[in-house]
């Protein structure tokens, strides 16, 4: 818009049918046909601006140089402005070979172009236009005509043009347009078109605080328009504006309208032509609706979103529309409301409210027609000749609301074909606008801002309460209002209705409220039930469901069987039976219409919603198809931690046989080793949840198998205590159906468990038990594994002649089954003993061959192990270089996977390199390299301190102990001559630091002492 905001400027191009058009009082721009052309540089375009506000005389070439450069004309500046008209002639050329209407003329140059194609020439005919009809007494005509020349302004003139001659140019068509706005402001005042002359005027203004003319009608527009405090304030206002500025006071004219005004003088207001035979004019009543609801006193919370709406609604390019959205309870409609009266004084020509019972009882949302009647009555239209066609009465309404600024707020939308019609035209007027789907096709067709609320946030939910319930009583009880809160799923209506029960009763302790709020209730959408739908939440629920096409609607019901609130797409199309492409679309639905949320490739949804879709669940699908729905989410996660598992160990058959999956069921993505991890940190609680589902439901082989693929995950992140309930299911489950492999798996999750908790014996126990049921079933291949495990365990606690027996047992059952491959796989764990039981020879020899074949199938873990014992037993025989060579592959390997690491530290990556670099650092002293091993150790020691640092800050363990590891680091990092005893030292405190952090022991075999070497 131009410095003193004339009118609303028309968005149409200039038009001259196929000739040439040019514009000026803007950007300079022309067209030829409708087709807008490129005038070049802002250079060039400035030389079209000289030759076009010529209007036909011809220019000299000093002219134009002298409006391109000033007094600091270039060598060049006569073929710098015959290269800009040659390039312009160029542009203006006409393949129907039409005259190019810029020419030379002698010395200069002569741009001929008709006035009514040249925004300039119709400004000032339309201006000298409406002065004749003035002069002929038709104020009609003059204001129509007055108004066309101000629908000519696109922006400053000339804009965008550089150097002192387009700027006084630029001045000099301000002042001609502020005239303009003058003397249209005057002849407007005189048909009484109070209001929209304040409007304008009230902007002008601003923009031109010294220009008394323009404050005086204004002024008197706002008398007549019955706002006379207004009309002093402004006076006021350029008092001090005059004052400040210039040292002066209002001019006498100023100051006699002021002394009318004060005394509220009618003759002031406009007298009606003596010709008329009318008594003289009185403005009109102007209905201003004030409709909106009051707001709730005890709002709160919401600020981002408060603060978000209110700048962008004040930030260019101002939108006239804003769509607040968010689920049935979330309080949209609460926060329009107290947004709208805030905001209500920034639209002073009047607020209209509109509830379109879009989701309400009996599911008949308002027509836009019944609608737009009760709005034109609301702003006072005459029902005479009122039109019945939804365009005729949406034209008629933005008529009514053209020269107003009104704030419209219509409720509880339910689609963006009911919402458009009720849209104001102009932009002047807000249409504010709630709904519980997100009305795309509204956004993308009006570019509406989008607030969307979400549940509230725990401060958010202790603030409804402490409004509702008084801030001592909150404040008492913090764990009861959590608590409360997540309840109610932080839902601000779940939370109004349970705080309305609990004020009726202000004795009641909060912790006994929530008491039977949670456990005297089967279902908390009773608790929370009332008789007035508008605020029960069940029939809340309902109108978003009903709303729903037959699938979105099933899958809804269906994602109830879900236990988490948060699930992937894979899940919900495994849940419904359909390809991943028609699920995301089912689930598109179910997000615009605010019941799920997406965030990050998930969904999630809160914890009500999921109370309603069961009930919905329960009494709309038979017994029959529920449990088809359970088979077919059971082997959704089968897949899912099967693939999860074998990500994180490739090479890894130790697998129980597949079970046939069910038709629909998708296959999850490919994971690499770390999304894996990720994938089971977000979905183990869920895993945990149907692995005791599958076990009461019928599916006990599910039950075992899940908690089978889970195990991994869960030893590796060190939840023993899931680890221990999983499998105690998995093994009842196995024992209801007299599944022995079923329960040969379970026994050996719960090994794992006593082995986790120093309980060898237990431990063994459970290995017998789970070759045994192999046995019985005759999966020796599976038995195999069983001695393999116990093989790990007997040589970790040096029970070496034990574990190579258990070796021969894995042996034998491999052979029988043809599989020298997996018998290989023993060498490693075999090398294992044999360094354990002293024979370094005999450890080195199958070390090698160990070694080989890892490298070879890719087992890092038994890779590891192989280079691990050719490193310590070449120690052992007092070859230390060749140990080092071994200890540096090693190493390699372990800093290869360094990044991928769990949080039990001393058998973590982590860890195992840590104490690895220090037993490296022995080693390399032994060999003689005593400088590369101190950098070694020093490597080692600043990584444990860093690390325990990190471990210890999230611990609770005891600071004695904690302080006392630091320190003795310390120490060991202050040394300057560090000698064997030093090396030594450094994996000592590992252990202790170890011991310290996992107090059940992390049983680490390579704590032997290196040979008490001296230097060579």
């Known amino acids: 818009m131009v410095a003193f905001n004339l009118s609303e400027a028309s968005d149409e ?22 087709v807008e052309l490129d005038v070049g540089s802002p250079q060039q375009r400035l030389t079209l601006a000289v030759l076009a506000l010529a209007r036909g005389r011809v220019v000299q070439v000093p002219e134009i140089i002298a409006a391109l450069w000033g007094d600091r004309e270039p060598q060049a500046a006569r073929g710098t402005v015959r290269t800009y008209v040659h390039r312009l002639r160029r542009v203006f050329d006409d393949e129907t070979g039409t005259l190019n209407p810029l020419r030379s003329v002698g010395n200069g140059y002569q741009l001929r172009i008709d006035d009514q194609a040249f925004d300039l020439g119709r400004f000032l005919a339309a201006r000298q236009a409406a002065a004749e009809a003035r002069a002929h007494d038709n104020p009609n005509r003059a204001v129509a005509l007055l108004r066309e020349a101000t629908g000519e302004w696109h922006d400053d003139a000339l804009a965008g043009l550089p150097g002192e001659w387009a700027e006084t140019e630029r001045q000099r068509f301000k002042r001609l347009g502020i005239q303009t706005i003058e003397t249209l402001a005057e002849l407007e005042l005189e048909l009484g078109h109070s209001t929209e002359v304040a409007e304008r005027l009230t902007a002008l203004a601003e923009a031109e605080p010294l220009r008394e003319r323009v404050h005086e009608l204004l002024m008197l527009a706002l008398y007549r328009a019955s706002r006379p405090a207004e009309a002093l304030t402004v006076f006021e206002r350029l008092r001090v504006t005059l004052r400040d500025e210039l040292g002066v006071d209002p001019g006498p004219s100023l100051r006699a309208l002021h002394e009318r005004i004060l005394t509220a003088d009618t003759t002031l207001l406009p007298i009606a032509p003596p010709e008329s035979g009318l008594p003289p004019f009185l403005p009109p009543p102007v209905i201003r609706p004030a409709q909106l609801p009051a707001a709730l006193p005890m709002f709160v919370g919401r600020r981002t979103e408060l603060d978000d709406l209110t700048t962008r609604l004040v930030t260019p390019p101002v939108p006239g529309v804003a769509v607040v959205h968010g689920t049935a309870g979330v309080g949209k409609t609460t926060f329009a409301v107290y947004w709208a009266n805030h905001a209500a004084p920034s639209y002073p020509d009047g607020q209209l409210y509109v509830n379109l019972r879009g989701f309400e009882a009996g599911g008949v949302a308002r027509k836009p027609e019944e609608v737009l009647a009760e709005l034109l009555d609301a702003l006072g239209v005459p029902k005479t000749n009122r039109p019945t066609s939804v365009d005729a ?36 007027c807000l ?52 608590e409360i809160a997540d309840t109610c799923a932080r839902l601000p209506l779940a939370l109004a209705v349970v705080c309305a029960r609990i004020a009726n009763n202000p004795r009641l302790p909060l912790s006994d409220a929530l ?4 456990h005297h209730a089967e279902n908390r959408l009773d608790v929370l039930g009332a008789a007035d739908p508008s605020t029960d939440l069940r029939s809340l629920l309902s109108w978003s469901y009903r709303a729903l096409t037959p699938q979105a609607a099933q899958l809804f019901r269906r994602l109830s069987l879900l236990p988490g609130a948060e699930f992937s797409p894979h899940a919900a199309a495994s849940l419904i039976g359909l390809t991943l492409s028609q699920t995301t679309a089912v689930m598109q639905e179910l997000t615009r219409a605010c019941l ?19 009930e919905l669940l329960e009494g709309t699908e038979s017994p029959e198809e529920i449990l088809a729905a359970h088979r077919r989410l059971f082997d959704h996660y089968l897949l899912l931690t099967h693939a999860g598992t074998l990500a994180m160990d490739p090479h890894n058959e130790d697998q129980p046989p597949p079970i046939e999956i069910a038709p629909g069921v998708l296959p999850p993505r ?3 080793e770390q999304s894996s991890v990720t994938m089971f940190h977000s979905a183990y609680e869920t895993v945990l949840t149907l692995i005791r589902r599958a076990a009461e439901t019928g599916f006990e082989r599910h039950a075992w198998q899940l908690t089978w693929y889970l195990r991994r995950y869960l030893d590796w992140a060190g939840r023993i205590d899931d680890l221990a309930l999983c499998n105690e299911i998995a093994l ?3 024992h209801q159906t007299n599944d022995q492999r079923g329960a040969g798996y379970a026994y050996r999750g719960l090994a794992r468990v006593a082995w986790w908790y120093n309980d060898i014996e237990t431990c063994l126990g459970y290995m017998d038990d789970a070759a045994a049921a192999f046995a019985t079933v005759g999966d020796r291949l599976a038995e195999a594994y069983v001695h393999r495990q116990a093989v790990g365990v007997l040589a970790a606690v040096k029970q070496t002649d034990a574990a190579l027996d258990r070796v021969e047992l894995a042996r034998e059952l491999f052979r029988t089954e043809n599989r020298m491959d997996l018998e290989r796989g023993l060498l490693s764990v075999a090398a294992k003993c044999l360094y354990q039981q002293g024979r370094y020879t005999d450890a080195i020899e199958a070390g090698h061959v160990a070694r080989e074949r890892n490298q070879d199938i890719g087992s890092r873990e038994d890779l590891s192990t192989a280079l691990t014992v050719l490193a310590y037993a070449h120690a052992h025989l007092g070859d230390f270089h060749t140990a080092v060579g071994f200890m540096e592959q090693e190493l390699e390997l372990q800093r290869g996977s360094e990044e991928f690491t769990g949080p039990n530290y001393a058998v973590s990556r982590r860890g195992q390199l840590t104490i690895e670099l220090i037993q490296f650092g022995r080693m390399l002293f032994a060999a003689g390299e005593h400088e590369r091993a101190e950098q070694v150790q020093r490597e080692a020691l600043q990584r444990l301190r860093s690390e325990l640092t990190d471990l210890w800050s999230t611990t609770d363990l005891a600071d004695g102990d904690q302080n006392a590891v630091l320190a003795d680091l310390d120490a060991l990092l202050a040394v300057d001559l560090p000698d064997h005893g030093w090396h030594a030292a450094g994996e000592a405190i590992f252990h202790r630091a170890d011991r310290v952090t996992n107090p059940i022991g992390s049983l680490h075999w390579l704590d032997d002492d290196l040979p008490p070497v001296e230097a060579s």
């Open 13 to 34: 191009l200039p038009q001259a049918g196929k000739g040439l058009a040019l514009a000026v009082l803007g950007s300079v721009r022309a067209w030829r046909g409708g």
């Open 393 to 428: 009465l949406t034209a008629l309404y933005r008529s009514a609301l053209a020269d107003r600024r009104v704030l419209v707020l219509l409720d509880n939308a339910r689609t963006s074909a009911q919402v458009l019609p009720l849209l104001p035209g102009g932009k002047r």
């Open 431 to 482: 249409a504010l606008i709630t709904s519980r789907v997100e009305l795309t096709g509204l956004v993308a067709t009006t570019g509406a801002h989008t607030v969307t609320l979400d549940l509230m946030d725990d401060q958010e939910s202790a603030e409804l309460m402490a409004a509702r319930l008084g801030p001592s009583r909150v404040a008492a009880e913090p764990g009861a209002v959590k």
């Open 515 to 518: 008491d039977q709020l949670t």
């Open 596 to 614: 799920l949320t997406p965030q990050r490739g998930r969904y999630s949804w809160h914890d009500l919603l999921r109370d309603y879709a069961r």
């Open 670 to 672: 490919a994971f690499d």
């Open 732 to 734: 009842q489950a196995a």
